[in-house]
């Protein structure tokens, strides 16, 4: 990326108002709208533990990558099979969460894509499993219950919240 333009008096232009600012209203309007339909790790993790009604988490990878570890409480519901399982299996009034991996896959993406295509209400969990692992929070196996270090960048070490 390059550097902004230096201006006539010899100070750099701004990078970030190179392109002007949306309006209030249309920040507004944008900001909420990937709030109705984003949510985070750090709230899943909040409503997970506080047993908020009608969330059901729905983990939509493949039965090795279950198997290797997932949210307590989630239950698993690979894609491909969300059409015609997931009116059965999730309840219509739900709010549904859907997670994958992490930020650099976008399975979690396309399942919420498909719960709301059967007309449920439905936020993808930004981070997906790897933040929820890196954040330090409990993983179910088979084993039973683990946990991993916090990683720094991710989360404060003393603390599952940013306070964000």
């Not at 392109?19 to 209203?25: C, E, L, M, Q, V």
């Not at 330090?136 to 070490?157: F, H, I, K, N, S």
Request: aromatic letters at 4%; glycine letters at 10%.
């Amino acid at each position: 990326m390059s550097n902004p333009p230096i201006t006539a008096g010899g100070t750099r232009s701004s990078a970030v108002a190179g392109t002007p600012a949306a309006p209030p209203a249309t920040a507004l309007a944008h900001f909420a709208a990937r709030l109705s339909v984003e949510t985070d790790v750090s709230d899943v993790h909040a409503d997970l533990e506080a047993g908020a009604a009608g969330l059901v988490v729905v983990d939509v990878r493949s039965n090795e990558a279950w198997e290797q570890g997932h949210l307590p409480g989630a239950i698993h519901l690979p894609t491909n099979r969300i059409s015609t399982d997931g009116p059965r299996i999730v309840p219509a009034d739900a709010l549904v969460v859907t997670y994958c991996w992490g930020p650099g896959c976008n399975g979690a993406t396309r399942a919420a894509l498909e719960f709301a295509r059967l007309n449920r209400r439905v936020k993808e969990m930004l981070g997906g499993f790897e933040y929820w692992v890196r954040e330090g929070l409990a993983v179910e196996t088979a084993q039973g219950r683990t946990v991993r270090p916090v990683d720094p960048l991710t989360a404060p070490q003393a603390s599952p919240t940013c306070d964000c």
